[in-house]
Nanobody, 126 residues
Framework: QVQLVESGGGLVQAGGSLRLSCAAA????????MGWFRQAPGQEREFVAA????????FYADSVKGRFTISSDNAENTVYLQMNSLKPEDTAVYYC???????????????????WGQGTQVTVSS
């Protein structure tokens, strides 16, 4: 059974930090791209960051570049999203996904992800 489980969300003040985790289980995702997306109420799911398991290829949305860092731990089958300098507009449910597509364009497209976690809520207060 394929499973992605996110954790690490919570309530934080603006300027604070959180680290999200995504644990992958049930199959080998080594050939997959792992991505983080977020969805605020009434809005579409938005790309945040993506990485290969090797860490060689990483991509970020312009809105988070320089503040967020995506990384992977192969031994733990876990992908992380370190979020610093958080802003109220970062408030959303954050989802981890796995995609078999390798191009940057596909990695930024939620419809190209075949597996998703249940999401974790991040709330940034002003």
């Amino acid at each position: 059974q394929v499973q992605l489980v996110e954790s690490g969300g919570g309530l934080v003040q603006a300027g604070g930090s959180l680290r999200l985790s995504c644990a992958a289980a049930g199959r080998t995702f080594r050939s997959y791209t792992m991505g983080w997306f977020r969805q605020a109420p009434g809005q579409e799911r938005e790309f945040v960051a993506a990485t290969s398991w090797s860490g060689v290829s990483t991509f970020y949305a312009d809105s988070v570049k320089g503040r967020f860092t995506i990384s992977s731990d192969n031994a733990e089958n876990t992908v992380y999203l370190q979020m610093n300098s958080l802003k109220p507009e970062d408030t959303a449910v954050y989802y981890c996904g796995a995609s078999p597509w390798g191009s940057e364009r596909a990695q930024r497209d939620a419809s190209r992800y075949g597996y998703w976690g249940q999401g974790t809520q991040v709330t940034v207060s002003s």
